[in-house]
């Protein structure tokens, strides 16, 4: 299993960034697939999930509004679009699969890419 993230950089507050995912290696169309960020001394964060039809789509609050996550089936890849970043944005995003939809606890995940945003 290989899910790929890319995307990450520095940016300012307010500004954007699109983080991509490239899956390979099984069969993921029974997995829901997302987004989880960490960094140094906090819990990891689940930021977004979404199904390969895109019809159960999840957001944390923290991200509601400015983020916007979507998955192509036909590409095994899934996006990030992140607007209007914030300096609390900062973590390592991580692309990774749940079992469900309701799962909080990723399956896999691959290495990450760092977002960091400045004020």
């Known amino acids: 299993v290989q899910l790929q993230a890319s995307g990450g950089g520095s940016v300012q507050a307010g500004d954007s960034l699109r983080l991509s995912c490239a899956a390979s290696?099984?069969?993921?169309?029974?997995?829901?697939m997302g987004w989880f960020r960490q960094t140094p001394g906090k819990e990891r964060e689940v930021v977004s999930k979404?199904?390969?039809?895109?019809?159960?789509?999840y957001y944390a609050d923290f991200v509601k509004g400015r983020f916007t996550v979507s998955a192509d089936s036909a590409k095994n890849t899934v996006s990030l679009q992140m607007n209007n970043l914030k300096p609390e944005d900062t973590a390592i995003y991580y692309c990774a699969t749940f079992a469900s939809y309701g799962s909080s606890r990723p399956t896999y995940w691959g290495q990450g890419t760092q977002v960091t945003v400045s004020s």
């Open positions: 979404v199904n390969w039809s895109g019809s159960l789509v």
């Open positions: 290696g099984r069969t993921f169309s029974n997995y829901v």
